[in-house]
């Protein structure tokens, strides 16, 4: 056990950080699977999901559920997004003209 | 809209009400616990100590319930940076962390599902998820906003940006980090994991998971062979025998 062991009688201050797969045995989803589960399920957007989800993957990014809603959230309100992002914004209004007029999420 | 439909999926699939379940969740992590505080001595949050659940700070990114229910069934104390202001009204507040030394402290970094937003703009707690229908609390239609994405920028955002500044701070004066069944993908975690590696010469860490040696290989390789791989599931891991 050597190498964790703070010197003293000091207790070792110790940090846990849980993920996904520490609830997957109780029967609770990984991001993975609940975008696949929101894409089965609510079947009115299941289009403009699974189309969310192909653009988020042609980018390279996993089409996990976060990558989905940080879209919507981007989407739903660009000029937050704008600010946010400030001058990086400006490469992507062809992202907000895509959400607006292909997805026709607003 | 498809935003908020997909957050009351969310709510309805990640807060657990399933009594087997529950069970489940409590002889899980009443093991994990135990082994946790035998492992390193820690402190108690039950003064009488018969749960063996530590003082312990949790972060997770996690929406669901789990560690709540654990804490609710057992019987000890939790924090999760939120204080009702009256009754039916929360708030978050960050320094209620540093109020409650003696409880299990829980960071949802991503959101979480016990908390709802109600039409008249309060917060308060979910206690029930209906099957279908509407989230309806104290006779208002609420509405789940306290999920966020991770993985795009949340820097100004409260309290993502209170909990990551917490996150940072455990982490410089932490010996141990202890990572359970994480991808390791948010880009804001892993720059606060990043500056920590140089800035903390004296933490470990411990990443449980199937895929440890992967995930250590591609986000952790700042910390070299301070960073261990533990390649075992939630279940089947023994704070007191694998963390060596």
């Known amino acids: 056990m050597s190498g964790i062991e703070v010197k003293g009688a000091e207790k070792p201050a110790i940090v846990v950080l849980l993920g996904a797969g520490a609830s997957v045995g109780f029967d609770l989803p990984d991001n993975r699977k609940l975008a696949a589960e929101v894409t089965n399920n609510l079947q009115h957007y299941r289009k403009r999901i699974i189309q969310i989800r192909e653009v988020v993957k042609r980018a390279g990014v996993t089409d996990d559920i976060e990558a989905v809603l940080s879209i919507l959230q981007f989407c739903e309100d660009p000029s937050k997004a704008s600010r946010d992002l400030g001058p990086l914004s400006a490469i992507l209004q062809t992202s907000a003209a895509l959400c607006q007029y292909d997805l026709g999420i607003r | 809209m498809i935003a908020r439909r997909i957050r009351e999926y969310l709510v309805r699939r990640c807060f657990v009400n ?3 379940v529950i069970d489940s969740i409590k002889t899980d992590y009443a093991r994990f616990f135990r082994g946790l ?3 390193f001595g820690l ?4 003064p009488g100590g018969e749960s063996g659940t530590p003082s312990v700070d949790i972060f997770t990114t996690n929406y669901d319930n789990v560690v709540e229910e654990y804490a609710r069934t057992i019987g000890v104390q939790i924090c999760d940076g939120y204080e009702e202001i009256r009754r039916g009204n929360f708030r978050f507040d960050h320094a209620k962390f540093e109020r409650s030394p003696d409880s299990l402290r829980l960071y949802k970094i991503h959101g979480t599902v016990t908390y709802a937003r109600l039409a008249n703009g309060l917060i308060d707690r979910v206690t029930y998820v209906p099957p279908r229908g509407p989230l309806v609390m104290a006779g208002q239609v609420a509405f789940p906003e306290l999920i966020y994405p991770g993985s795009k920028p949340y820097l100004s955002a409260e309290p993502q ?3 990551l ?5 455990a982490l410089s004066n932490a010996d141990v980090l202890l990572i359970i069944g ?8 892993n720059e606060v994991l990043r500056q920590v590696s140089a800035t903390n010469s004296k933490i ?3 990443l449980v998971s199937p895929h440890a040696g992967s995930v250590i290989k591609s986000q952790l390789s700042a910390y070299g062979t301070r960073a261990i791989a533990i390649d075992k599931t939630f279940r089947s891991f023994e704070p007191s025998s694998d963390l060596t």
């Open chain 2, 165 to 169: 500044f917490l996150f940072k701070r």
């Open chain 2, 161 to 163: 940006l209170e909990l």
């Open chain 2, 18 to 20: 399933d009594p087997i």
């Open chain 2, 204 to 206: 470990r860490l411990f």
């Open chain 2, 37 to 39: 505080t035998a492992r």
């Open chain 2, 182 to 189: 994480h991808s390791l993908r948010d880009p804001n975690i």
């Open chain 2, 43 to 46: 402190a108690l949050c039950d």
